[in-house]
């Protein structure tokens, strides 16, 4: 008897990290697996080995992420990307975090739950520092978003935008009695944001090649 039927076919659910493409208009127009959205109070996080969100640490002050969060599937914050990172800030000793490149993804559309995928154009970046390692943060806008769609770069988003982000970033790791090194040493826009997820790219393949 054939018992291939829909439920079947569709019981295994696909790695977001791994298992679900970047598109094929990739930088340009990327996939991006949200995690969080602006009304979650706990800071959600993908679990590499499963790929379900698993509860990372409940916010101890009141900062809520002012956007869509998450990341950009087969994508990885790698040796590429912390060589940038050297070009552009002058530093020496930074690597990359080791996880999939983040993004923000701007939107007037009010979505009330992570754990879905969605279109979003990158139009800049936060090229944020954790301790010693490069932690950059794309910014995007919902693809085809009725607000924000027109947006070319980070320089046509409102100040206040990008400053909430920028507040939230720099704050969102803080522990009560203990504060993280982190630092955003250059807000960029479109073209370094592309060129951030080329390298993001690049050093996922090079990581994960049989993927």
């Known amino acids: 008897m054939n018992r291939k039927t829909t439920g079947d076919c569709c019981r295994f659910r696909s790695h977001p990290w791994h298992g679900i493409g970047i598109g094929d208009r990739a930088p340009e127009v990327v996939m991006t697996f949200v995690e969080m959205v602006p009304?979650?109070?706990?800071?959600?996080?993908?679990?590499?080995?499963?790929?379900?969100?698993?509860?990372?640490?409940?916010?101890?002050?009141?900062?809520?992420?002012?956007?869509l969060y998450g990341f950009i599937p087969r994508t990885l914050t790698g040796n590429s990307v912390a060589e940038r990172c050297m070009e552009r800030?002058?530093?020496?000793?930074?690597?990359?975090?080791?996880?999939?490149?983040?993004?923000?993804?701007?939107?007037?559309?009010?979505?009330?739950?992570?754990?879905?995928l969605v279109q979003a154009r990158p139009i800049g970046g936060f090229r944020m520092i954790d301790g010693n390692e490069?932690?950059?943060?794309?910014?995007?806008?919902?693809?085809?978003?009725?607000?924000?769609?027109?947006?070319?770069?980070?320089?046509?988003?409102?100040?206040?935008?990008?400053?909430?982000?920028?507040?939230?970033?720099?704050?969102?790791?803080?522990?009560?009695?203990?504060?993280?090194?982190?630092t955003i040493s250059e807000i960029y826009g479109r073209e370094e944001s592309l060129e951030v997820i080329k390298r993001s790219m690049d050093d996922y393949r090079e990581s994960f090649p049989e993927m």
């Open 134 to 182: 490069a932690d950059d943060k794309i910014i995007a806008v919902l693809y085809n978003d009725a607000v924000y769609g027109g947006y070319g770069d980070i320089a046509d988003c409102p100040a206040i935008a990008i400053e909430r982000l920028k507040h939230y970033f720099l704050t969102y790791k803080d522990l009560p009695g203990e504060k993280r090194k982190v």
């Open 39 to 67: 009304t979650d109070t706990v800071k959600y996080e993908m679990d590499k080995v499963s790929g379900y969100l698993r509860l990372d640490r409940p916010q101890r002050y009141s900062n809520v992420v002012p956007a």
């Open 89 to 116: 800030t002058g530093l020496d000793g930074i690597r990359g975090d080791g996880d999939a490149m983040d993004i923000c993804i701007l939107t007037e559309k009010d979505i009330t739950h992570g754990d879905i």
